[in-house]
């Protein structure tokens, strides 16, 4: 009796130690830094200025929006803002800012920033919106609905009447018209608040001093090697149990241009935050890592353009048709992305709002894809280029896509050229068929259809094929003004539906994003916008 | 001599002149709008006229060059457009990070290649000449960024004897792989070359009379036969200079080496006017400078030359 008793109370206290050591080593702890790979330096730092990835991925780490999008896109989660309100006819729209957040006070080693940390205020936010349409930010025009918008662009006012502080805390906007989507349109990352003081002192300098309110502070910047940032001690973040935010001391951009050489710096430990890795490396990254290899399908369709602007392509349905039964979608997905984007079926990606999820799309069908080449006027096939813009992922893309043609009598030739060179040409309406992708700015099927299908932008506003249907430019219209967003939901899915079947694209495929972390990273989610959206507020490393 | 140098000097103005020419009317007439690119894949007509206008880019083409040279003349070499910074800024960053690289490089590539190309004829038909010879036709063929990414993988992810990539904290341990990889080519070029130099100059009469008048044979190599083998090596090393610079381009790329070469890549793919035009002035410079210091020393190493100058 008495040696069952011990054994008993041996078991429960191992047991109990077991279940204590597993909870401590889920707790999240402080320290370690981030080394986050980047194939090219940031150009700058200024959210207001920046148009890349490299750059948004760092600075969206320094920098606050009013909103923020949920990690997996389907919700607009209160940020610098905790709540907000619309008026009835939907134009004017009221922004409650959260108390408590401040700029940052120290940056660049120490030295005290020009605003002293003090708090971001309503105040703050029209300064910022103004300084874009002053300072002249390629990003302004995001918000160009707001009233008052072109008055500053042409310099008719200095102020933005359509963008208010009603009191310290809280910030309102005025709309030309009524705009559904204008919540997600504040989310995306180059909408921030900045300090007057900062920008001030360092004039069109500020890209290369950066100083917001974000979970880190700029520390240094080793052009082409490194960008570093720290911990901020005054963020306003705090974790569940009233931690502060973030966990990590530091975060680093290390520069690698090469991935394959990344990769090999990855398995060393030199970095632990890996994007990109290359497609053939990905079977090894998930064996290696498990649960730390982070996928995701991202809102963003790979797709090629036929120019509805000329021959062979305008006019002609049928041949455009034909050409989407002919791709074997899920064949080239696996054979050239190793099944790592998904096969299209329409415009919208799974993960957008919106997506139908009955919408057929166009299977591989080559006896139907050859029925349609006759009745489009070419039985015996045709002669084609397509531009494409220079990578190597591009590039067996359009191969394998011109191999499946080829069967169908389509002779494909393949124009390579850089991004500068391919932007111009679509610019000018000059490419008979092109390669384009698109990922979204905005959770929201405005972002996606009326950017770049609607006739009101051709050319360089999106519309690269020049699509033009009455009927689908309709639906877009209305459904940017409509309030019920079940309501706006069905229009968009009406006018995919008549999208897909006029078919001014080749619907190829949906983006996949994945980044590679370290076994020792824990709480890392892969956004649905992608792993440089990804915030590493309350990530954390399980060794130092 | 004097007058020689200030000749050669006299002749870069025009010669840059022509460079800079060149490289303006190129950018002028490439396709590919460097205010497009900015705005990045959509964007909006009106932000991109404002662009183009704060750029400059609406400016007449003579107007953008005259205003481009008076700058020049001033020594200010404009902004960049990608970030607003200054070409000078931009370029003295990473400068001293491509000089660094090709200076130990080169000084590599003449230590290993004139050993090798002396040692190759003195013991012509020997072991080493042999094997040495094979090892310079295979360093010239082997492209760059092969050797480095070869190098890489057995000395720095599998043996871990050197670091990776990236200058680090500028400790030399940074610069052992890519200077092997930079300076593979020209020390393969200069060891075959140097080679067959000396085989050339030690089958001459005055160097068997020194021979026959028992004068020690690393004498005879050191003193009689090398200086009269080095005007065309002299020669190549100086071509090697513009080889080294272009290689640089691959290895910085490799090595995350953060040189002028990447930063005029980067300017080249985003139409960086001013970034390309001033990393192709400084290219043409450095390659203008070192020709000057290789035809100094044609003077040192055979005076005949100095007398025909004078």
Partial sequence: MKKTALLISLVMVFGLLAVGCAMAAETPVYGGVARWHEVSNPPMLDPHMATDTTSARTYILMFDTLVTNSDDGQKILPWLAESWSASADGKVWTFKLRKGVYFHKTTEGGKATANGGREVTAQDWKWSFERMIRDKSPRAYFIDMVDGYQDMVDGKSKEWKGVKAIDKYTLQFTLKEPFAPFVSVLAYQALCVVPKEDVEKHGKNFRFHPVGSGAFTFESWKQDQKVTLKRNPGYWRKDASGKQLPYLDGFEIVVIPESTVAWEEFKKDNINFMRDVPERQVAEARKLLGKNFLYLPQPGIYYFGFNMQMAPFKDNKKLRQAMNYAIDRRRLNELVMEGLFTPAVGVMPPSMPGFNKNLKGYTFDPDKAKKLMAEAGYPNGLEITMQVNQSARNKAVAEAAQAQLAELGIKMNIKIVDWGVHLDMLDRGECEMYRMGWVVDYLDPDNFLYVNLSSRNPGIKGNYSYYKNAEVDKLLDEARVVTDQNKRIEMYRKAEEMIVEDAPWIFLLYYGNWIATQKYVRNAVLPAFGDYSMRMDDIWFAKK | ?310
Wanted: glycine share 8%; charged share 15%; hydrophobic share 55%.
């Fill in chain 2, 1 to 310: 001599m004097l007058t020689h140098i200030i000749r050669k000097l006299l002749y870069t103005i025009p010669v840059l002149w022509g460079v800079v020419t060149a490289i303006f009317i190129l950018m002028a007439v490439v396709p590919g709008d460097p205010a497009r690119i900015m705005m990045g894949q959509r964007g909006d007509p009106d932000t991109l006229a404002r662009i183009r206008h704060d750029l400059g880019l609406d400016l007449p083409l003579t107007t953008q060059y005259t205003k481009f040279l008076k700058e020049l003349a001033r020594g200010d070499l404009g902004m960049s457009y990608r970030n607003n910074e200054p070409v000078t800024t931009a370029i003295a960053h990473r400068f001293s990070a491509t000089m660094r690289l090709a200076f130990w490089a080169m000084a590599l590539a003449v230590a290993v290649g004139l050993t090798a190309g002396v040692i190759s004829a003195a013991k012509q038909y020997s072991v080493f000449d042999y094997t040495a010879m094979f090892v310079a036709i295979s360093g010239v063929s082997a492209p760059v960024f092969w050797v480095g990414l070869l190098l890489l993988l057995i000395f720095a992810y599998t043996l871990g004897w050197v670091p990776g990539v990236g200058a680090g904290d500028g400790s030399w341990k940074y610069l052992i792989l890519p200077v092997i990889t930079l300076g593979v080519r020209p020390a393969a070029l200069i060891a075959r070359l140097t080679r067959s130099c000396m085989l050339e100059v030690l089958n001459q009469d005055y160097i068997r009379t020194a021979r026959a008048k028992g004068v020690a044979e690393t004498f005879v190599i050191a003193k009689h036969a090398l200086k009269n083998a080095m005007i065309p090596v002299v020669t190549v090393i100086g071509t090697q200079i513009s080889e080294l610079l272009s290689g640089a381009v691959l290895t910085e790329s490799i090595f995350a080496w953060p040189g002028i070469g990447r930063l005029s890549i980067e300017a080249l793919i985003n139409r960086d006017f001013p970034l390309i035009r001033g990393t192709v002035i400084v290219m043409a410079l450095i390659f203008l400078v070192a020709n000057l210091i290789v035809d100094i020393s044609y003077g040192f190493i055979d005076p005949r030359v100095r007398y025909d100058n004078e």
